[in-house]
């Protein structure tokens, strides 16, 4: 497991597509998952906060962009199917998007911490 601590006190949407969209979500394994932990701040108080604000991004066309791109690649969408057990129901950015939106399978790879 791969663990990378954000210090932030919002979801900088450069860094988050940067780090996240196009390298650790496409790289990302059952066995290796990448795990983001944020120090919680006054921006990101709570796990709903982190949740609403990380699902904001993925709706951002760019992102969603990316995603269906990286996704098209039958390795990786069965690599990020298998860090949530899903089978292959994340096809592109909208299935993501749904699976997320689960709290259980959100703290697969984002946590909050008071660090």
């Known amino acids: 497991m791969d663990i ?28 290796k998952p990448k795990i983001w ?4 701040t006054k921006g990101i108080p709570d796990v709903e906060t982190l949740q609403k604000k990380i699902l904001e991004e993925l ?14 690649d039958e390795k ?18 909208e299935s993501l998007y749904k699976v997320l939106s689960d709290e259980d399978q959100f703290k697969k790879i984002f946590r909050l911490e008071d660090l």
Do not use: C, H, P
């Open 37 to 40: 932990v944020f120090r919680k």
């Open 4 to 31: 990378e601590l954000k210090n932030w006190s919002k979801i900088y949407s450069s860094s988050f597509f940067k780090q996240f969209v196009e390298f650790d979500l496409l790289t990302m394994t059952k066995d």
């Open 59 to 72: 709706k951002k066309d760019d992102v969603r962009k990316a995603v269906k791109t990286g996704i098209k």
């Open 76 to 93: 990786v969408r069965k690599q990020i199917n298998s860090v949530f057990g899903t089978g292959d129901k994340i096809k592109d950015a």
